[in-house]
């Protein structure tokens, strides 16, 4: 059975302030990630966009960012409960992260 996982945008992120054989490293992760025909890349539309509005503005009381909202979204439309993130507020939400 194949398992699904999700890579959060923040996963560049929080390599963003690293040397530049860390930013490289990350950035060929995602690459192979991407070029791997079993994974299924998600694009950003008017609709996922706005559907990551609506999920941030009922997380008022909830520090997430407007990027964790939009992967939160997808995930819970996709049925996915793993994520490769740094963001601990996924378990705040039931997700399970992979990259503590």
Avoid: W
Wanted: aromatic fraction near 14%; include cysteine; proline fraction near 4%.
């Amino acid at each position: 059975m194949m398992q699904h996982y999700f890579i959060d945008t923040f996963y560049l992120t929080f390599f963003s302030t690293g040397r530049p054989h860390v930013r490289e490293e990350a950035a060929n992760t995602v690459m192979m990630v991407m070029d791997d025909p079993d994974i299924t890349v998600m694009p950003q539309s008017r609709a996922s966009f706005q559907d990551g509005l609506q999920f941030y503005a009922a997380r008022l009381d909830k520090h997430y960012s407007y990027a964790a909202c939009v992967s939160m979204v997808t995930m819970r439309r996709e049925g996915l409960t793993e994520v490769l993130t740094n963001d601990h507020h996924f378990t705040q939400e039931g997700f399970r992260i992979l990259f503590p």
